[in-house]
């Protein structure tokens, strides 16, 4: 049995690759039960990498641990009448039906929406697509950086060329707006007792993080460039270069700026730089001039004397220097978990947390990622049940 929040909560991912996972683990880590149907030949992401751990009759991948923890495994090929009676009689059972296929797949295979609420009025369906269930490219496919580009994301990313975010941003934000949508639909359920179609694309998830870059062309018809390291509306907001490694700065208000003075000695009404207006307009002399300053210390002299004045600052760290982090450690964002083939793994958790649960997620345990197929006697059992 599962805890948490959302433990009353059954959940068909029919979902591959990482948008719908995502929204999956997000509604299992609070507590859902998330059976993830899979074709014979799996999700596509237990055959993407390396690294892969195990051996090779028992490997996995490290790409599909990292957003199928928290569910079932149940094989299914829904090709066959037998085990499309199978689909039908958990959707019987199921408050949410999750699918990423392309437009009209799910149709093509017998169980277009109109069936689904047939089956189970209440349900709530998920649909995620690459660029939206209707309109003129709604046949495209959707992978993460085709939408990254398609989505404007990539041409205010970089310095000197657009650049892909270091992770496939596009698939996971569809991921977190679809587990939005999905409660927002459950929420609403206890009122009409009616089910309804949730739909986000990847495209959807772009354009809905243009934040103040999409105002300054559909208010001010400004087209933003690639922002690179420092903010293109803040001064003196950025990354910049020490004697050592490089120190992060985010001076958001005017008296950040007299304290970042205070602490190296500067006048904050000097001509050029009193506004921000003016920092933004002079950054590049600005950037130099602190550059300058900073050659002469480690990142830690500047880190310190930072922290001191009270100015948000950081250094970057690497993947590895974050999970030994005292900090990341004192938030419980690292799950111990007992994997059915590969024993003890330590994976990354939930961002959420609740005031009277003070591990990562609405659960005090976690369940690893499932091997393929590792549910289907027990799913089928319970089924019988």
Known sequence: MTEGPLADLIVLDLTRALAGPHAGMMLGDMGARVIKIESPTGD???GWGPPFIGEEDERESTYFLSTNRNKE???LDLKKPEDQEVLARLVARADVLMENFRVGVLDRLGFP???LHEINPGLVVLQITGFGHDGPEATRSGYDQIAQGEGGLM???GTTQPTKVGVPIADLLAGMNGAFGVLAAIHERSTTGRGRVVRTSLLAGMIGVHAFQGTRWTVAGEVPGLAGDHHPAIAPYGMFATQTAPVQIACGSEGLW???CGAFGWDPAEDRFATNVERVAHRDELIARI????ADQPAEHWLALLSEAGVPSGKVRSLDDVYTW?????QHLLLDVEHATQGKLKIPGSPIRFDDNPYSGGRATHAAPPTLGQHNESI???LDS
């Open 113 to 115: 929406v109109s069936r």
């Open 155 to 157: 041409s205010i990313t």
């Open 44 to 46: 596509d992401t237990r």
């Open 326 to 330: 005292d900090q990341t450690l004192s």
């Open 73 to 75: 495994s149940l094989v």
């Open 291 to 294: 550059e300058t300053l900073f």
């Open 380 to 382: 089928r059992e319970w």
């Open 258 to 260: 007299r304290a970042l």
